[in-house]
C-alpha cells in the first residue's frame, strides 16, 4: 500500500513541478538519426549509481539527491548504461531490489549546440524500466510511465540557463508494479510478525520472467534545428509493378514549411520524388520487400529523404532519412498474405535477457541472436511480451524477418486490472508503440497483450478498446493478442484479425504424456477455428529441457523429451497448416530468467537455445523442419535451395 502511494505521491508532485524550461515531448517518436542537420551523441557508458534503500524507499525524493552530485548525498557505484542493475553486484539485496534507484552521469554538450538558438538539443532514453524521472542540472525534465518504450525531453532550454556545456544527468527509475500498470503486479507486506520482520515485502506478479530493471537501452543527445521534422508516417502498397508509398509529414516549429520528399533506390538512384507534407510517392518497377527465405532479393529497402526548409525568415533546413519497405498485409479467414502471397510463420518467441546484462540492449547479442534465427530458417519472431528496442526491429528490417510487435500487457489476470484507469495506461503504451514502431515493413501484426484472463466479462469490453483503438491507430496491420488455449468461453477473440493459441500439451496438461498430443492438439485447432472462423497462430509451445539432461524413453525436462514434444506437435501442424492454421512460433528461442519460484530450476529452460545460445537437440530438429518448410513453399532463393543438404554443419 505504501508502495503504491508513494509511486503516486511521487507522480503528482512531480507532474505539478514540471519546470518552465524543460518540458516533456508528446510528438513523434523518430528514432535519432544523423543527418546534415542533425547530430547524435551516445551517453551510454557508466553512469553513478546508488539503490535507495531506505525502509519508504523515498529518501531520494526527500533529500532532493538531483540537486547536487549523487556521491555527495551517500555511497554510489559503477552501473554499466545499457544494462539492468540486477545482475552486475554480487549483492542479493540489488538483484532483488524494489523501489527507486538513482542514475547519474556528467556529460560535455558541444559548445556550439548551447551558442547556436537555433538548435534544438533532446535528451532521449531508450527505456527505462518501469517509472522514470529525469533531472538535468537538477532541474526536472521529463517522467514516464512504462518500462519498454523511449521518452525524451527538450533540454536546450535549462542547458542555457545553468551551467553550460558540463551537465549533469539524473535519472530515478522505479521498478514497482501495480494493478495499473503494464505489466501489473502487486506489493504485498507480510504482517505476521513471527515470520517476517517488520516492513517486510514481496513484490508479485503473473507473469514468467524476471522483472528486470534500470536503463536498459542507450540514451541519446541528439540535435535537431528549432523548425523540425516532428514525424513521419509511411503506409505503403502496389499495383502491378508500381508501388505506392503514401507519406504525411509532421513539422513543428515553422507555420509555412516548404517540405521535399525523395525517395532512392539501393544505388542511389531517385526513384520518386513530391512536395509538401502529405502526399504519394509513385515507384515503378518497384522492389517489394520480402520477408527472408520468401524471395531471392529479400529485405528491400529504399531511403526515402525528407528534407524541411522553414520560412525565410529562419531559413532552417532539417533533414531526417527513412529507410522504407514497400509491403502489404492482408488476412483472409484461412490465410496471412504478404504482398498477396501466403505467409506461414515458422518463428521463435524471444526475451530480451541475457546472462549478467539482464535485459539491457547489446549488439553483440542482437547480431547474434539473427545469425542464429537465420541459421534455423526462423522467418519471424514475436516480441514477447513486451516491444523490444527499436535496434532490433531495424535489424529485422534489413534481414527480412517478419516480427509479431507486443505491448507489455502481460501477466493481467486480476479482474481488478480490467479497470478504466488500466485500459486508459493501456491504450496509451499502444499508442506509443504504434507511434514508435509503424514504419517498420518487418512489423506486420500488433499484440495488444499475452495470455490475459480472458474469460472474465471485463475483458471482452476491454480487448473491444484495445483493438479498435489500435485499427484506427493504424489500419494497414492486424490486430491480435495471445490467449490461452485453457479459455474456452473467451470474452476478447471476436474482436481480432488473427487467433494465436499458446498451449502447453504434457507439460502443464497431463504432464509426461505425449501420445495424447495429437488428439488435444487437433481438438485445440478445430474448437478456435469452429468458433471463430480466423487463422490460427500456434504463438507458445514448447517444454523444459536442461541442457545436457538425457533420457530415452524420454522423460520431462530432458532434450529427448523436448524434441518428442516438438514433433508431436509438429506432426498436427502440418496437417492444418493446409487448412488454417497460419504459424508456429516455439517457445522459446532461448533458456531466460525468472522469479524463483519451485517450477523454475535457476529460470525457465524452454529454450531450443541456452542461455548462453548454445544449440539443444531441439534446435536442430526446428532447423531441419523450416528449411523443410521454406523449401516446400517453392519461394526459396536459389542460393538456399537444399540449403540443408548441402550445407556444412
Ligand atoms: C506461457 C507464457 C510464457 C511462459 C510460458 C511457460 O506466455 O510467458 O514463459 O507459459 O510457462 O503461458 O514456460
Known sequence: MLWQCQLLVTKCALLAAICGVCRSLQGGMLFPTESPSREVKDVSGLWRFRADLSPERNRGFEQQWYRSPLAQTGPVIDMPVPSSYNDITQDAKIRDFIGWVWYEKDVWVPARWIQDRGTRIVLRVGSAHYYSVLWVNGVKAAEHEGGHLPFEADIGGVLRQTSGNQCRITIAVNNTLTLETLPPGTIQYMTDRSRYPAGYFVQNTNFDFFNYAGIHRPVLLYTTPTAHIDDITVETTFSDNIGLVSFNVSVLGSSKPAVKVTLSA??????????????????????????????????????MEVSVQATAEDGQTDVYTLPVGIRTVKVTSTQFLINNKPFYFHGVNKHEDADIRGKGFDWPLVVKDFNLMKWMGVNSFRTSHYPYAEEILQTADRHGIVIIDECPGVGIKDIRSFGNVSLAHHLTVMEELVRRDKNHPSVVMW??????????????????????????????RPVTYITDSNYARDQGAPYVDVICVNSYLSWYHDPGHTELISLQLNTQFDDWFGKYQKPIIQSEYGADAVSGLHSDPPMMFTEEYQTTVLQNYHNVFDQKRKEFVIGELIWNFADFMTAQTITRVVGNKKGILTRQRQPKAGAFLLRERYWRIANETGALPAWARNYILFKDH
Open 266 to 303: 539501393h544505388d542511389g538512384r531517385c526513384v520518386a520524388s513530391a512536395d509538401g507534407i502529405r502526399g504519394v510517392l509513385k515507384v515503378t518497377d518497384v522492389n517489394l520487400w520480402w520477408p527472408y527465405l520468401m524471395h531471392e532479393n529479400p529485405a528491400y529497402l529504399y531511403s
Open 447 to 476: 499484440s495488444v497483450a499475452n495470455e490475459p484472463a480472458s474469460e472474465m466479462p471485463p475483458a471482452g469490453f476491454y480487448f473491444k478498446e484495445l483493438v479498435s483503438h489500435t485499427k484506427s491507430l493504424d489500419s494497414s
